[in-house]
């Protein structure tokens, strides 16, 4: 026994240890294969700067970037208008992810069978664990950017879901630095809105955790698909800021339509948002930085219809929304930051009850249906003669993320997010006596529709220059949704839903 | 055992395989650069650290000037001169900007201005995002690159005279200046860059290298204030054909001279109101000298 004991433990000793050394020779080889540290190649390639002078990981910006971006992709140096690249320079770069991923949803009412007189015949519902996974591919992004002339800037950019459909994900010209004047830009077209915690430029991937909950929050059943401030909109930004970029100031003015081409929405509705932000210089700690953002905007209920069907482009009936916020950035010296955005918002009592996108669009490249009695998800139109019904009250929420990161080298991020979403006031209020957009029977429990999020990862670029990027990609995340699984089948009572994913991949652009 | 011994073994040549890439980097340095890693630097009240750069300088100065600061990062060979202006080889310790005579070494606060306005018509970005702390440590980085800074001092700061009031009479001896120490060799006899000998600069390593135009709208790489311009003519651009006017030029004329130039450039001022309303006609290189 004792001897056998022994013998398994000398062998189990041997390949541990053959393990580590081999481990250890493979870090080694990696670490000394690495490059000294380099992202939108198309800028690296003209400036002959490495990627990690922009970014403190690619795509998210480090300070001197988000200055390079806020003078209009332009160095400043004299040299920013095409007419001093080569001629054969085209400012174009393309990314795409390769992953491996595994998706577990908690919670599925699937059918369940039992065989009657020989057929298999659906006899009931239970809730189960579906998980699925393997390789797969993210979209493709065609990114096209730079300068015009000096001080007139650019982007371009043609983007496609992972089965290649396409759609304009971002298209401006901007005026910049107009009289001379760093407190004086104006950008025209598909853009993001000015979020210092940019979501186009996330360093995650998964689906729940490649975006920000606290961009995108909007209570269940809800109609208000407009206040998402993480998507691109379509407007007229102003943004002006100080040489240096510690204080920066913005104003955007943008359609209500969540960034969907065609007017297809509202036919006068607008949303404004407004940013503000001062840096302050904290010696080795690093630049820290405090702001606000506030969205305020109104958007059509109500679409006049041409047999029974809505008519595109000729919503009315506007409603109001807001969102605000304070942001900061802290940096406790050269590895580890954290960035912290707070949110409150609210709908009107007309969004609540499911008013809003009532043409068919969900903003995000998907469709909607318009529905004649309240369905989840199923916005409704705001027909003359109709009553919001008893009980019905403005939802509010309040919304947190917490994003820190361990930079160990520009090679290598480690990157950790926490979001939680809580809704303060629901839309079906006590008096509340039918059922509500989101499914409920009369007031909707006070956490209904609360998600918490964690998201871990790292991204390891094993090489850097100014002409590609490549990172090997590691993340894992995971999602609770108080209420929103499927009824208990045998109680009926809510229940709660809990999603992951885990997900590599090896994201790279050209 | 032989197979322990072989784990262990392999365990230490991974070992000694992390401990590679430093080890060679020393061995590529004609310098002894990691033994001045104690460098300081003294700007205002911040005191710089050598040491504390590192990370910084690897993630954005590397890419142009190199590990060992040679001014030969990745990118150089993408910056041809003369439109472009190579990166810095900080191992020389020469420096176009600087506040003191020529041929000495830079301040801490010339580097530090250095780093923070950045060069127009280079690479070279303003760094001002950087935190004071930040760029001072880096001001000791580029230091260290050089032994100069062992066996040398930085040169005192040449004096700059209050500037006094521009008068039309004051533009005209500009002119006169101009034409004496042959700015317009270089510059043209309109600030045009296109004079006869600026085909054939060349800096001290023998690249081409362009005169400053001053009629394009770019800024003077060491600063565009009245100071700043009065500085770069009597301190020159060390490493490049500009060279030192401070004794050829006494201080008054160099402030006429500061003025006349003025008149080139680009932007609104009242030298070039004055100019105009003087008719004043660029230099005729064949006059004879004091009669422009």
Redesign the interface.
């Known amino acids: 026994m004792h001897a056998s004991s022994r013998f398994h433990l000398r062998n189990f000793f041997?390949p541990a240890?053959?393990l580590?050394?081999?481990a250890?020779?493979v870090?080694?080889?990696v670490?000394?294969c690495s490059q000294?540290?380099?992202a939108l190649p198309a800028f690296a390639r003209k400036?002959?700067?490495?990627c990690?002078?922009c970014h403190e990981s690619w795509p998210m910006l480090n300070?001197?970037g988000q200055?390079?971006k806020d003078n209009g992709y332009q160095?400043?140096?004299?040299?920013d208008a095409p007419i001093?690249q080569n001629p054969g320079y085209w400012p174009v770069t393309f990314r795409i992810t390769p992953i491996w991923h595994r998706v577990s949803v908690g919670k599925v009412a699937v059918d369940t069978y039992s065989t009657i007189g020989g057929v298999p015949t659906v006899t009931g519902t239970a809730i189960q664990r579906v998980e699925s996974s393997g390789f797969d591919l993210s979209g493709l992004d065609f990114h096209t950017a730079g300068t015009l002339e000096k001080n007139i800037s650019f982007y371009l950019l043609p983007s496609s879901d992972p089965t290649g459909a396409f759609h304009f994900e971002q298209v401006f010209v901007r005026l910049d630095n107009i009289a001379h004047s760093s407190w004086l830009n104006i950008k025209l077209g598909r853009f993001e809105l000015d979020n210092l915690l940019s979501e186009k430029r996330i360093l995650t991937l998964t689906g729940n955790g490649g975006i920000y909950q606290t961009y995108h929050f909007i209570p269940v059943g809800d109609g208000n698909i407009f206040g998402q401030i993480g998507d691109n909109q379509l407007g007229l930004e102003y943004l002006g800021h100080s040489?240096?970029?510690r204080t920066r100031i913005g104003a955007s003015l943008v359609s209500s339509n969540d960034g969907n081409v065609n007017l297809t929405l509202g036919a006068n509705s607008y949303t404004g948002f407004f940013t503000g932000s001062q840096a302050f210089?904290?010696?080795?700690?690093?630049?820290q930085r405090v702001g606000f953002y506030a969205m305020v905007g109104q958007a059509a209920t109500y679409y006049p219809t041409a047999g029974g069907v809505p008519i595109a482009g000729s919503g009315i009936g506007n409603k109001s929304f807001s969102r605000e916020g304070f942001v900061g950035q802290f940096y406790f010296g050269?590895h580890v930051d954290l960035t912290v955005v707070t949110q409150h918002g609210s709908d009107n009592a007309w969004f609540g009850q499911g008013y809003g996108n009532a043409v068919g669009t969900d903003g995000n490249g998907g469709t909607t249906a318009t529905c004649s009695s309240p369905t989840p998800g199923c916005p409704l139109n705001n027909v003359p003669g109709t009553a919001l019904p008893t009980g019905s009250q403005a939802p509010s929420w309040n919304g947190a993320t917490f994003e820190g990161h361990y930079v160990y080298?520009?090679q290598l991020i480690f990157i950790g997010r926490y979001e939680l979403e809580r809704m303060s006031q629901q839309a079906d209020g006590s008096a509340y006596t039918t059922v509500g957009p989101n499914g409920i029977l009369g007031p909707t429990p006070s956490t209904f529709g609360n998600i918490s999020t964690y998201t871990i990862g790292f991204r390891y670029n094993p090489f850097m220059?100014?002409r590609a990027g490549l990172a090997w990609h590691n993340e894992y995340n995971w999602l609770h949704q108080d209420g929103t699984g499927p009824l208990n089948p045998t109680t009926g009572a809510l229940t709660n839903i809990n999603t992951s994913e885990l997900l590599m991949g090896l994201d790279f652009d050209f | 055992m032989r197979t322990k011994l072989q784990n262990w073994m392999l365990l230490l040549s991974s070992a000694a395989l992390l401990a590679l890439p430093s080890a060679s980097s020393a061995q590529l340095s004609t310098f002894d650069i990691e033994t001045r890693i104690g460098m300081e630097s003294h700007v205002g009240n911040v005191n710089g650290h050598a040491k504390d750069a590192k990370g910084d300088y690897r993630r954005y100065c590397v890419g142009c000037h190199g590990d060992l600061g040679d001014g030969n990062g990745e990118n150089a060979v993408w910056m041809p001169p003369p439109m472009y202006q190579q990166p810095r080889d900080f191992q020389l310790g020469v420096f176009k900007c600087r506040s003191t005579p020529t041929g000495t070494l830079p301040t801490d606060q010339d580097l530090f201005d250095s780093i923070t306005r950045g060069f127009d018509r280079s690479n070279m970005p303003p760094w001002n995002t950087f935190t004071k702390q930040e760029r001072a440590d880096l001001v000791a980085w580029v230091k260290h690159f050089s032994p100069r800074w062992l066996n040398e001092k930085p040169g005192t700061p040449i004096t700059i005279p209050p500037e006094p009031e521009v008068t039309p009479e004051r533009i005209k001896a500009g002119r006169d200046v101009f034409a004496k120490v042959q700015c317009w060799k270089c510059h043209g006899v309109q600030g045009m860059a296109n004079g006869p000998s600026a085909s054939t600069l060349t800096d001290d390593l023998g690249r081409p290298i362009a005169a400053f135009n001053f009629t394009d709208g770019s800024r003077p790489k060491c600063g565009d204030t009245d100071q700043d311009i009065y500085r770069i003519f009597m301190t020159g651009l060390d490493g490049t054909p500009m060279p030192s006017f401070a004794d050829n030029i006494k201080p008054d004329e160099a402030w006429d001279l500061v003025f006349y130039l003025r008149t080139f450039m680009h932007q609104k001022s009242k030298e070039k109101e004055m100019a105009k309303t003087l008719g004043l006609k660029p230099v005729d290189p064949n006059a004879p000298v004091g009669q422009q």
């Open positions: 041997q240890t053959s580590a050394a081999v250890l020779v870090i080694s080889v670490l000394s000294p540290a380099s400036y002959g700067l490495r990690s002078a300070y001197f200055k390079f160095l400043m140096n004299d040299r001093w040489a240096d970029d210089d904290l010696g080795r700690m690093g630049v050269p080298s520009p220059t100014s």
